[in-house]
């Protein structure tokens, strides 16, 4: 029996009940399957080719559904769920995939053997409510002091980068958050800049308290490097411009022209003997200071000239955004006129140097008192190696900011997902009628993730859930996987911690997702062909 749609629309194609649910349930276990190997820390990597030929080596979840090519709408569909959860809270993409296919996985036993898919999702929601219970209880609150901190910043890029840089990354990510957070202001990460440098080894990446600029000095004669610096940043045009308005002149004399000329030039270089008279106002001879000024707008050559005479170091076209953050790293206010200086409005660095790399020029902005802004230096050998550690440092400040925000952490390795399957299989009992089905199909699904990280690590799935299981039993505390020896570990010993909004949110979404896939009972492609390009 076609559709009624064909009556309508010959050409509809049109997929009914398990036909659909096969489609989607195909779906979600092809995409279930590319990410599986790349789950925790022992996971493994994927090269992405692009069509034009550029390499990308990953194991971040969210990077390969981004750059993945998808076809199929459903995959899509779940793709972009595991994707906004990336946005959200910043990691758990590829567990979201896992824990979505595995649901349509255990409800297709059951809906297979004519049980409505109704049914299940009224399970699912059960089962959902009581999981999100558990978290709650396994959430350990804590004062998030450096060293937790740490083990969940190192928990995450784990599962991100190989286990020597990822351990050099952890005390950059967290440092790094602690100095820019301020009491009672959200945590802006913003104000933490990423600069790349093609160089060294990745080994080499570290955290810089203060700036990284990505120009260096404009005039062969400015000092390279100066220390005890006061800075000037200021967003003032210090080069000659012509007038806005297209006006023409008409003059009498040759003398004429030249006056304009030298009055329009004047205009200019009074704003830089300003600036000069400040800097000997602020640095008299022999006090072993040095001045900065680092303006957002240009600096023409004369002006450069009288600056570099007076031993100014001065830098023209930072960036806009580099402008807010330097007023917070170094201090000072950023300043749109000269008429007003005073020694209120500098910033104040112990050292600024340039460093030249091949082509490119870095100015380093260092030693400043109480940055509330700092730089991650990022340094590999090529550029696919600076993107994974682009990919990593990010999810990993995500990861910090959640943990200070949530007050709190979740045992990880696999421990949430153990204790909430334990949890929905004592419920079971209490539910009545057939929705009690759906509740063990997602006792089961959950279960993939400790799977999953033991598969990976090489030890055989079955028996490292009926270990856990077993010793959950007899402590009664929530255990992980050991990923290097396969038995169950308290993760909260062994300073393994994952955020409790990632899970939080993981949780919630897979539940939603599965279920709406599962409600699908006819898939029709039956949509208007848009003319309109």
Known sequence: NMAAVTTLNPKAEVARAAQALALNIGAARGLQDVLKTNLGPKGTMKML??????????????????????????????????????????????????????????????????????????????AKKESLRVLDELKITKAMDRDTLLSVARTSLRTKVHTGLADVLTEAVVDSVLQIKQEGVPIDLFMVELMEMQHKTEMDTRMVKGLVLDHGARHPDMPKRVENAYILTCNVSLEYEKTEVNAGFFYKTAAERESMVVAERKFIDDRVAKIVEFKKKMCPEGSGKSFVVLNQKGI??????????????????????????????????????????????????????????????????????????????????????????????????????????????????????????????????????????????????????????????????????????????????????????????????????????????????????????????????????????
Do not use: W
């Open 49 to 126: 080719v692009s069509g034009s030929g550029e390499i990308k080596m990953t194991k971040d979840g969210m990077v390969l559904l981004k750059e993945m090519q998808i076809q199929h709408p459903t995959a899509s569909l779940i793709a972009r769920a595991a994707t906004a959860q990336d946005d959200m809270t910043g990691d758990g993409t590829t567990s979201n995939v896992l824990i979505i296919g595995e649901l349509l996985k255990q409800a297709d036993l059951y809906v297979s053997e004519g049980l409505h898919p109704r049914l299940i999702v009224d399970g699912f929601d059960i």
């Open 300 to 533: 023409d050559p004369p002006s450069l000239d009288v600056l570099a005479k007076n031993g100014i170091m001065a830098l023209r076209r930072t960036k806009r955004r580099n402008m807010e953050r330097l007023t917070l790293a170094c201090g000072g206010t950023s300043m749109n006129a000269v008429d007003e200086l005073d020694a209120s409005v500098l910033g104040y660095a112990g050292l600024v140097y340039e460093h030249t790399l091949g082509e490119n020029k870095y100015t380093f902005v260092e030693e400043v008192s109480n940055p509330h802004s700092v730089t991650l230096l990022i340094k590999g050998p090529n550029a696919h190696t600076l993107n994974q550690i682009k990919d990593a440092v990010h999810d990993g400040l995500r990861a910090v900011k959640n943990a200070i925000e949530d007050g709190g952490v979740v045992p990880g390795a696999g421990a949430v997902e153990v204790a909430a399957s334990m949890a929905l299989h004592k419920l079971k009992t209490t539910v009545h009628g057939r929705a009690r089905l759906g509740v063990q199909a997602f006792a089961d699904a959950l279960l993939i993730i400790p799977k999953a990280l033991a598969q990976n690590s090489g030890f055989d799935a079955q028996e490292t859930i009926v270990k856990l299981q077993e010793a959950a039993t007899e402590t009664g505390q929530a255990v992980g996987v050991d990923l290097s020896t396969g038995e169950a570990i308290v993760p909260a010993d062994a300073g393994i911690f994952d955020n409790y909004i990632v899970k939080r949110s993981l949780l919630h979404s897979c539940a939603v997702i599965a279920s709406n896939l599962l409600l699908v009972d006819e898939v029709m492609r039956a949509g208007m062909t848009s003319t309109k390009g």
